[in-house]
C-alpha cells in the first residue's frame, strides 16, 4: 500500500514511519505505462510547497514510457477557486477555508498542462468526513482529470477503485453501506453544488 500524508498522519510517528517506508513524505515510482507521484499538502498547509513543485516538475521530464500519471494529495488542493463554493469536501478544505492557502491553480495546474500527450489523474481523499460532505468528485479539464472520494460521516461512503483494462483507465465507486451509486462522473460540479439540497 502507499498512502499520503494527511492531517491526521501528521505526527512525529507518521512522519517517522513515511520516512522509514517510502524514503521521504513525497515520492514517486513507475509501473509499466503508469507513474505513480504521492504529494505531502502537510508541509505547507493545504499547498503544496515549492521543492514539491520542484520534484514534480523533474518527474514529469523524466518521463519516458509512461502514458498515465496519478497524483495523490490528500485535501481538495483545487476547491480554492471561487466556483468551487458549496463544494462540501471536508471542513478544512471547503472553499472558504483553503482560499488564498492553496496553490493548485497558479503552480501545480500550469505544470501539468505543458505536459499535453500526458494523461493526469489528480486524485485527493478528503470528502465523506462531515455529515454534510459530498461522498466523491469528477471534473475533466483537457487531459487532467480531477479526482475525490472518501468516507467517515456520509450515509452513501464508498471506495473508488481504479483500474486499467485494455490500456483504458476505468474508475468505479462501490459502496460500502448499500447506497446506489451512479458513475463516477456524474458527481460533477453542478451537481454537487445542490447534492444535499
Known amino acids: 500500500f502507499y498512502m499520503s500524508m494527511g492531517n491526521h498522519e501528521k505526527s512525529d510517528y507518521g512522519i517517522k514511519f513515511f520516512k522509514k517506508k517510502y524514503g521521504n ?15 505531502n499538502s502537510q508541509e505547507l498547509e493545504m499547498a503544496i510547497s515549492d521543492i514539491q513543485v520542484e520534484f514534480l ?10 502514458k498515465n500519471i496519478f497524483i495523490f ?25 483553503i482560499k488564498g492557502k492553496s496553490n493548485f491553480w497558479e503552480e501545480i495546474f500550469p505544470v501539468l498542462q505543458k505536459f499535453k500527450n500526458l494523461k493526469f ?21 483537457d487531459n487532467i482529470e480531477l479526482i475525490a472520494s472518501g468516507m467517515g460521516e456520509i450515509k452513501d461512503e464508498n471506495l473508488l477503485l481504479i483500474s486499467k ?24 460540479l453542478e451537481f454537487l453544488k445542490n447534492f444535499y439540497k
Not at 521530464?61 to 509512461?66: D, L, P, S, T, V
Not at 483494462?165 to 458527481?187: A, G, M, P, T, W
Open 165 to 188: 483494462r485494455n490500456n483504458s483507465i476505468v474508475k468505479k465507486l462501490f459502496s460500502l453501506n448499500r447506497f446506489e451509486f451512479d458513475s463516477l462522473e456524474l458527481y460533477n
Open 25 to 39: 513524505l513525497y515520492y514517486s515510482f513507475s509501473l509499466g505505462t503508469e507513474k505513480f507521484i504521492f504529494l
Open 57 to 66: 516538475v523533474h518527474e514529469l521530464n523524466e518521463i519516458r514510457n509512461e
Open 121 to 141: 489523474f489528480i486524485i485527493a481523499g478528503d470528502v465523506g468526513g462531515n455529515p454534510d460532505a459530498i461522498p466523491a468528485y469528477y471534473e475533466k479539464i
Open 73 to 97: 494529495f490528500h485535501e481538495l488542493l483545487w476547491n480554492s477557486k471561487s466556483i468551487y463554493k458549496g463544494i462540501n469536501s471536508n471542513g478544512r478544505c471547503r472553499h472558504e477555508n
